[in-house]
């Protein structure tokens, strides 16, 4: 059995949480779907699957599913939105541990019925993240701090989330940055996959989105040089918390 892994673009990988996830014992399939089904990389992930589509088609050998960050937005036309939106859907129905990270998090709110949309002031940089009652008090959430800096770089946001939704934490300008659907589909507005290198990467190629934001590329590296230390602490115990806790217990030990 396999973690299914969509990333959506070369820079947006895995990152912490695929290190932690595979430290844990877990195989991971990371379907790249910037890539053509061709690509060696896609074909190496697809071994033990059904090797026609990215998208599986069932969820034979599936032991969870993690949905990435990406440039791409919900409603946009991309081959693998509307198969991969309805995938999180049938994963979430199963009870399957689903986790979204920022595109992967608006993903599943929009699957599960929720609203997607432009933010008025997009994130960029280290905001502060506040975990209300519900997510003071969620297991997965164990360990880390009501308030504390983390990782954003998005100029959409889950808008309305689907009935029956609990949101576990916001920003200043972002209400929805963490939730809980079920009792494993979890969904994360910010980045706590990124490393320090990974930041930078994706930082020299931020131009048109750091003129949006009216912040200097200067300005965030200093708070990346303020921050990084805490937030890799934090992001690192949140990572070990999936790992940890998500995933049921005896269908690890029979992967």
């Known amino acids: 059995m396999a973690i299914i892994v969509f990333q959506h673009a070369a820079d947006v990988g895995p990152g912490r949480l695929g290190v932690t996830l ?6 991971l399939s990371i379907r790249r779907l910037d890539l053509p089904l061709e690509h060696p990389l896609n074909q190496h992930a697809l071994e033990g699957f059904e090797k026609s589509s990215l998208i599986p088609r069932d969820f034979d050998n599936v032991h969870g599913v993690v949905s990435l960050g990406g440039p791409q937005n919900v409603g946009e036309d991309h081959a693998w939105m509307k198969p991969q939106l309805e995938f999180l859907k049938a994963a979430h129905e199963r ?8 595109l992967g998090s ?6 599960l019925g929720g609203q997607v949309g432009p933010m008025e002031r ?11 009652p519900a997510g ?12 504390s800096p983390m990782y954003q770089t998005h100029g959409y946001e889950v808008k309305q989330v689907p009935a029956g939704v609990t949101v576990l934490g916001s920003t200043r300008d972002c209400k929805v ?28 190629r931020e131009g048109d989105f ?15 040089d303020k921050h990084y230390a805490r937030f890799s602490v934090v992001a690192d115990r949140l990572c070990v918390n999936l790992a940890t806790y998500l995933f049921p217990l005896q269908r690890k030990l029979t992967a």
């Not at 595979?22 to 195989?27: A, N, T, W």
Request: aromatic content about 10%; some cysteine.
């Open 177 to 204: 940055q963490a939730y809980r659907a079920g009792i494993r589909t979890y969904g994360f507005q910010f980045h706590p996959e990124f490393d320090r290198a990974m930041i930078e990467a994706i930082l020299a």
């Open 106 to 111: 608006q993903m599943i709110a929009a699957a």
């Open 136 to 147: 003071q008090t969620d297991t997965i959430l164990s360990g880390v701090p009501w308030s």
């Open 22 to 27: 595979r430290d844990h014992g877990f195989k």
């Open 122 to 132: 997009p994130e960029l940089g280290f905001h502060n993240l506040v975990l209300n």
């Open 95 to 102: 009870q399957l541990p689903l986790i979204g990270l920022c």
């Open 210 to 224: 750091l003129a949006r934001t009216g912040q200097s590329e200067s300005a965030i590296r200093a708070q990346l």
